[in-house]
Structure formats: C-alpha cells, structure tokens
C-alpha cells in the first residue's frame, strides 16, 4: 500500500557532496516524521536526520553542520543534501517513515515504512 522510493547514492571523493532523495507514494494519509538512516558494514542502524515539522529536525552529532533535510509534506517526500563528506559516512542510507496513516479498504493503520537503501561510499 505504500511504496518507498530513494535515489541519489553512489560514489563520492571525500570532501565531495551527494543529494538523496525519498518520495513514499500510496494510500497515505499523513506522516509524522520522515528520516535518513544508514547502516555501515558491522555497525548497527543509526539515526542520520529526521524531521517531524519545520521546528523538530534531528542531526546525529557526527553529520550536524554538514547534512541538511528538507521535508515536502505535499508530496510525502524528502532530501538529504550531504556536504563535506568522509570515508566514515559511507553506509546504505534508508528512508524511513515515522506513524505513517494510510486507509486500506476503509481502515486506518498507523506503520512504519524503510526504504530499500541506498549505498553511499565516499573513497578516493
């Protein structure tokens, strides 16, 4: 009933930038946050950035002053312009839909949605 789709990975030189984009299309009738994951070789998942509403936006430490989000509501959809990039920031990055509503067949669910991920790597 919903479908995740994410773009904008690949290979970068460190310093270089990447934009990343999630658009979630569907039966959906609201979200409540949507956000950037990434998960590296032997990590855990770790929250990247959120953003509930123009006044609640989340930075993990390591990304604040170099990743930015930007959330369109109208079109469920969302950004992840990442500047000044490291070999650290390499990982499958994966969209995520926080208390999403979605109607199926009369019904209202409340779910989470992951994307499919996407590969960053940043390596000369």
């Known amino acids: 009933q919903v479908e995740i789709v994410e773009s904008g990975g690949g290979l970068v030189q460190p310093g270089g930038s990447l934009r990343l984009s999630c658009e979630a299309s569907?039966?959906?009738?609201?979200?409540?946050?949507m956000g950037w994951y990434r998960q590296a070789p032997g990590k855990e998942r770790e929250l990247v950035a959120s953003?509930?509403?123009?006044?609640?936006?989340n930075y993990a430490a390591s990304v604040k002053g170099r990743f930015t989000i930007s959330r369109d509501y109208a079109k469920n959809s969302m950004s992840l312009q990442m500047n000044s990039l490291r070999p650290e920031d390499t990982a499958v990055y994966y969209c995520?839909?926080?208390?999403?509503?979605?109607?199926?067949?009369?019904?209202?669910?409340?779910?989470?949605?992951w994307g499919q991920g996407t590969q960053v790597t940043v390596s000369s």
């Open positions: 995520n839909l926080e208390g999403a509503e979605i109607r199926v067949g009369g019904i209202r669910y409340l779910k989470d949605y």
């Open positions: 953003q509930a509403d123009s006044n609640t936006i």
């Open positions: 569907g039966s959906i009738l609201s979200i409540f946050s």
